[in-house]
T-cell receptor, first 114, second 110 residues
Framework: DTEVTQTPKHLVMGMTNKKSLKCEQH?????MYWYKQKAKKPPELMFV???????INESVPSRFSPECPNSSLLNLHLHALQPEDSALYLC?????????????FGPGTRLTVL | QQQVKQSPQSLIVQKGGISIINCAYE??????FPWYQQFPGKGPALLIA?????SEKKEGRFTISFNKSAKQFSLHIMDSQPGDSATYFC?????????FGQGTRLTINP
């Protein structure tokens, strides 16, 4: 089973709202990732968690706050977003964050910021 | 140095034909090269991947050719089918980071 699940599938929020995206995997993977994908563009890495610790933050604005409560769960907390943050947010996981570790992606959350 | 250049941006192939997508990279520290297939509204799905010590890898109708000296790799889809119509991304991996090409929108005409 190579499934990564994400909820919700769609999210519409105002610029003053606080919301969270959730990602879950049960493959025993110890690395989890958040990506942002704009239309007709490749995914862009935002954060990497390795063994539940944040290992990479690609200079993402503080209005995005990741959290890894345990090895199976990854959250992305959203606050005071801008309309340009509207995108598909993808979660991925891999066995470990290292050599030849295949990243498996979830279906994404389509976020619209009004 | 961190870029992966992918071509063409879009490709139209007749059913049964061969689809070829090319990628090039500069950073020799990349050590793993996966290809992802993405349908509209879905997340990318791993299609096939190769390590730089292998020159070719085949899985069903999908083949990766890898030229380490030229720093190029390509995806060949044999007997292309309408169901293969999707966006394809090549990628290159170094430590924890996956760098994607810009994508190729493939259309297979019936």
């Amino acid at each position: 089973d190579t499934e990564v699940t994400q909820t919700p599938k769609h999210l519409v929020m105002g610029m003053t709202n606080k919301k969270s995206l959730k990602c879950e995997q049960h493959m025993g993977h110890r690395a989890m990732y958040w990506y942002k994908q704009k239309a007709k563009k490749p995914p862009e890495l935002m954060f990497v968690y390795s063994y539940e610790k944040l290992s990479i933050n690609e200079s993402v604005p503080s209005r995005f706050s990741p959290e890894c409560p345990n090895s199976s769960l990854l959250n992305l907390h959203l606050h005071a977003l801008q309309p340009e943050d509207s995108a598909l947010y993808l979660c991925a996981s891999s066995q470990v964050a290292g050599f030849t570790d295949t990243q498996y992606f979830g279906p994404g959350t389509r976020l619209t910021v009004l | 140095q961190q870029q992966v250049k992918q071509s063409p941006q879009s490709l139209i192939v007749q059913k049964g034909g061969i689809s070829i997508i090319n990628c090039a990279y500069e950073n020799t520290a990349f050590d793993y090269f996966p290809w992802y297939q993405q349908f509209p509204g879905k997340g990318p799905a791993l299609l096939i991947a190769i390590r730089p010590d292998v020159s070719e890898k085949k899985e069903g109708r999908f083949t990766i050719s890898f030229n380490k000296s030229a720093k190029q790799f390509s995806l060949h889809i044999m007997d292309s089918q309408p169901g293969d119509s999707a966006t394809y991304f090549c990628a290159a991996k170094r430590t924890q980071k996956l760098v994607f090409g810009q994508g190729t929108r493939l259309t297979i005409n019936p």
